[in-house]
């Protein structure tokens, strides 16, 4: 590639916009060139933008700090210059999201989001490159329908399901069907944004509650599983999920402890192990810059993983299990974790990016 | 009554000893009048005695403070000195541990134990008094079989079920059996003890391994609700239960989120809840001095309960249950709360002694 | 007393408000009559108006949760309701907390206020009761001055300073002047109130840099320890204070490390450590329910204070003070702690009150 | 440099020892040759002799971990295997550390200690590279006295005091010179090692004291400070520093909050500001390789430097330095951090030997 391909995030200043600014450094394919938010961050730099300050690793990237943010709403600019965008948007209202993300779309932006506004639209692939890639097919059906000539919408799904659900499609993908899971998540509070949750809060304390985080996780699952009948996807009816989602006082890294269900015979623990160890997909065929070497890493000491030693393996994109041991009322149990502010967030939004450009998906390129 | 039982504690030393000092202190029974160690912490005094310091709450009181530890092993100075004595051994040797206790109840002294030494002892009762204070009725078969006059060995189980036992337990009372459950616990630092777990291990950071703790989790169980049978325990066989067991960076209080199943017809909603809050057994009864007066608190704010704010709830002796909602694998799920270092030890064997004074089994009394 | 004094609280709603009505449950004094509130809280319930949640210890007192709340500009409501008020106002606008606390005033009611806006109005006290306990004796001035017949305004002074003032005062009173002090405070998250410090701030950190925070810790006390001249307050000019605040990841208890430099001769180690341990003033002397018996507790191990462990000594209205040694710099130093939301908010207002009124300030009781 | 210096590590399966290992992975000049540790571990791989698992970033280096740890006591095996060691011994026998190194240095090597037995040796200099570059001169005087070759042994101090002296010397070089220190120190649990700091200790808490730092960080700079005279150090007398030394919840990263008093007249903020951006040393000069390019980083955000933000600064080598103010007390304050266990440790140790080869000072390269 000569150049790099000019890549706009909506929702620049918020904490997932920052993450995306922050990956997007020395990408060796997208350069930043657009940063959007709010009208009241329009006109300022962005770093004089940034009201709660810069919340991640390391500095502003300098050529991004001097850039001037504009508002999401002239989608006009956007267009000029960049070829896709990343939608970080942090609001409440998600009408509006949805509204934006389909006027870029419209526009002739391929739009990869990081919000939940989209996930349910039955044309929107909800990805996670290493388990549905093939969802993508579903992209001309979607501007056909919606009369879009280059641009579309791609979402990726819930931070709190990325450790969990990989490790399970492994085994699907093994010939080890799984009929039912039960979860209890022990969530980061980076997964809150900044300010989110209260040090008081979490001082010395866990919280047993993320509003609207257990639906995510039981839901979001069934679709990513599902396929593509007429132009919609129709969910996946062979699983059941329950989850409990806990907040604890740890900063970047969502865990999950897992119980799983065998619909037939069940695997020996050496079939499992070696089939996760093996497990390599699509991301790691086509070698995209974000995909990890080793999807899922299976750590043998019996105290792992752990948020803190873990998070950042396969740079923050890989999921880690360790634990695996026979459950006495379901199969199996094992302890999953994964970085919910990079493969759970703005790095699992990039590889989505990679994976369209590199299928073909991006028409102006 | 006029005058206090004198009571002895061996290992008074370690953290769970000092907990039984700090929890006896104006006990309106009990009066701490023999303290026990090990031979390098005989013949100082107890304030000298502690390596590590105190390590409880509040300070030493004063009249524990100023007195003369004796070595574990001079068995005949406790038998002088007081009429029944707490196990609160924390040495890694099990085999010492049993033999101590033995020594102690041969010697006329009931003994009411923390340690895991005897808690598979078949002619041992494992008491959680809200769940079976009847198998105290052991004792006379226990005393017969080793030819002991007066002394007997009751322990209490692991604090890691103490939070969730309680309502599985009150809904098996309350007619609504249940056959299966899953619970991952997220417990608090001072159930290892001090020094116990590093601090480079829990800040920001979760560690999904305790040893020995899920094995503990799953069996003891079935042994607090089995029944006698011929002079020994018969353990139930209705129940599946299979634990995930975490340390969280919290001080006190061990959590569960727990999944049920039940065998038959599943209680609504409000029939759980009713069941729980209306729950008393006999040491509510008995108005035993440290049995709350409500052994199941139930909270219906959306995010408790939580270790910080409800591990204190009846003075650290009452379970606190939240987030009742059906499970879409089994029927139901909550999240359950107790204090791990009250109830889950030194408070839990208090309880145990002042239902055995109470139901007549301290014979020099 | 036959009857309890009815008192309000201005602001309850919020964090302090909450600890004024945790307070003052079982006051032998006073009992909580009226609460007020902003006009979007009125007319609710004390329980239904707390949006963010009781973020006290236990639960709200019954007749308290029950009460309605009442807009803060109903001053009649409180002339009849009650006979003093807690002003707990935490809104931002000092000009408004101002005006209604003169509004209070002026219609009668004695106020005693835990906000800052009248700390430097100089004919206002601003009180810590072991130290500047005569500064009372401007009320009748102020009120001459302002046209009030019966009401007035007391102030108590930062959290911060709690700490490390009262074992200063205490070696001034022995004869032991100080010149200068250099004080780093390590303060806990409370002292922000709720939400206040984000999480994500203090999980694995520290935040050197609490706004507004060292230049009241510097001024105030020149304040408290200066003497009423013609009405008004005339500052202390005789010492050099200066801080640097700290956030560090504790829930409750600031703590002080102080290097104190003498005008003088300085004393010996150990009359430093009497004359603390006998510090007695005029709280203990008239028996206050809310004076500890002992205002400065020295700990002699060489670890202590912590704010975990120190900061509820003498039920959280104690300095705990430890590891005084010489200083190479300066004369001494040493470590002080003290109760932030107790001593250093809503406890240190109630001293206040409890001081006036034993001391006849109060006309219509 | 066509091949790698061969290097050894004393005490490598300590928490130091580790740390040595992971920053030497992939260094431009040395490569690990030789590990070396107790009897116990020695004939284990290096990855089996960690009996408390692997505590520092990322994964063991492959070629490392299979390495067979030696008895440190084989210096002869050290002597075949590499041109220089690093000391990281962490037993708490200070003597035999004392006469380990001295056996090491005897036997021809260069010794590079991170250990505190010889700091104050009189002929051994206490080097942080960017400050006395020049106390190396007084090697072949060392060498001379003791009879040794080609073996020689610099230290480097302790931890604490490298987050605030290089601001003071920055200064001192500038022209400015300073008179008193004041230091706060917030010090992180890994400066106690593997398990060091109990996780009781410091969850919701703050310990006032660490055996033996105060005295370090006061007595240290004095001997840094110093000259060469006659063979031996002369120490300098110019500076007073009294320290105050506290453990917070903080996993890495000391922080230091200083006041300073100048001798003379006092720069201006401006002043000091600039001649901290524009310090620059001999290890800059060199373009070492674990010097960072500016070892004095200043922040202008309030709220910095944080432990969790700024401890990596300069890949853990750089101060970060910011908040300077006027003092009232002193002339100015401003808060220092550095990373305990990178230039606090290892790092700092690697520097020195940079710095000692690059110099000429190694015989046998």
């Given at each position: 590639m000569?150049?790099?391909?000019?890549?706009?995030?909506?929702?620049?200043?918020?904490m997932?916009?920052?993450?995306?600014v922050?990956?997007?450094e020395d990408?060796?394919?997208?350069?930043?060139?657009?940063?959007?938010?709010?009208p009241?961050?329009?006109?300022?730099?962005?770093?004089?933008?940034?009201k709660?300050g810069?919340?991640?690793?390391?500095?502003?990237?300098?050529?991004?700090?001097?850039?001037?943010v504009?508002?999401?709403?002239?989608?006009e600019?956007?267009?000029?210059?960049c070829?896709?965008?990343?939608?970080?948007?942090?609001?409440?209202?998600?009408?509006?999201i949805r509204?934006y993300?389909?006027?870029y779309?419209k526009?002739?932006?391929?739009?990869?989001?990081?919000a939940?506004?989209?996930r349910?639209?039955?044309?929107?692939?909800?990805?996670?490159?290493?388990?549905?890639?093939?969802?993508?097919?579903?992209?001309?059906?979607?501007?056909?329908?919606r009369?879009?000539?280059k641009?579309?919408?791609v979402?990726?799904p819930?931070?709190?399901?990325?450790?969990?659900?990989?490790?399970?499609?492994?085994?699907q993908?093994?010939?080890?069907?799984?009929?039912?899971?039960?979860v209890?998540?022990?969530?980061?509070?980076?997964g809150?944004?900044y300010?989110?949750?209260a040090?008081?809060?979490v001082?010395?304390?866990?919280?047993?509650?993320?509003?609207?985080?257990?639906?995510?996780?039981?839901?979001?699952?069934?679709?990513?599983?599902?396929?593509?009948?007429?132009?919609?996807?129709?969910?996946?009816?062979?699983?059941?999920?329950?989850?409990?989602?806990?907040?604890?006082?740890?900063?970047?890294?969502?865990?999950a402890?897992?119980?799983?269900?065998?619909?037939?015979q069940?695997?020996?623990?050496?079939?499992?192990?070696?089939?996760?160890?093996?497990?390599?997909?699509?991301p790691?065929?086509?070698?995209?810059?974000?995909a990890?070497?080793?999807?899922?890493?299976?750590?043998?000491?019996?105290?792992?993983?752990?948020?803190?030693?873990?998070?950042?393996?396969?740079?923050?994109?890989?999921?880690?299990?360790?634990?695996?041991r026979?459950?006495?009322?379901?199969d199996?149990?094992?302890?999953?974790?994964?970085?919910?502010?990079?493969?759970?967030?703005?790095?699992?939004?990039?590889?989505?990016?990679?994976?369209a450009?590199?299928?073909?998906?991006?028409q102006?390129?």
């Amino acid at each position: 590639m000569n150049k790099k391909i000019p890549v706009g995030i909506l929702g620049a200043t918020g904490m997932v916009g920052q993450q995306y600014v922050h990956l997007l450094e020395d990408h060796p394919w997208f350069e930043v060139a657009y940063v959007a938010a709010s009208p009241q961050s329009a006109g300022h730099t962005y770093k004089d933008a940034l009201k709660n300050g810069w919340q991640v690793h390391g500095d502003i990237p300098k050529n991004v700090g001097s850039m001037v943010v504009e508002d999401v709403a002239s989608i006009e600019k956007a267009v000029k210059k960049c070829t896709l965008v990343f939608s970080a948007f942090e609001m409440p209202d998600k009408d509006a999201i949805r509204t934006y993300e389909e006027e870029y779309a419209k526009a002739g932006m391929p739009v990869f989001s990081n919000a939940s506004a989209h996930r349910h639209t039955n044309d929107v692939p909800m990805l996670i490159p290493e388990i549905n890639a093939h969802h993508l097919a579903i992209i001309p059906a979607q501007q056909k329908k919606r009369g879009w000539k280059k641009g579309f919408i791609v979402v990726k799904p819930n931070c709190s399901l990325q450790s969990y659900l990989a490790p399970i499609v492994a085994l699907q993908h093994g010939g080890y069907e799984i009929s039912d899971v039960l979860v209890t998540t022990l969530q980061a509070v980076s997964g809150a944004g900044y300010p989110g949750v209260a040090s008081l809060d979490v001082i010395d304390n866990v919280i047993p509650f993320i509003p609207g985080e257990e639906e995510k996780t039981e839901v979001e699952p069934i679709k990513i599983l599902g396929h593509i009948k007429g132009g919609t996807f129709a969910n996946f009816k062979g699983i059941n999920i329950s989850a409990q989602c806990m907040r604890v006082p740890v900063s970047d890294g969502h865990m999950a402890c897992v119980s799983v269900k065998f619909r037939r015979q069940r695997p020996t623990i050496e079939q499992v192990r070696s089939t996760w160890i093996n497990f390599k997909s699509e991301p790691q065929e086509l070698k995209l810059p974000f995909a990890p070497e080793q999807p899922i890493i299976y750590r043998d000491e019996p105290n792992r993983p752990q948020p803190k030693r873990d998070r950042d393996n396969g740079k923050g994109m890989a999921v880690t299990v360790g634990r695996l041991r026979p459950c006495s009322v379901f199969d199996y149990k094992f302890v999953a974790l994964s970085h919910n502010t990079v493969r759970g967030a703005a790095g699992g939004g990039i590889l989505n990016a990679e994976l369209a450009y590199k299928k073909g998906y991006l028409q102006n390129v």
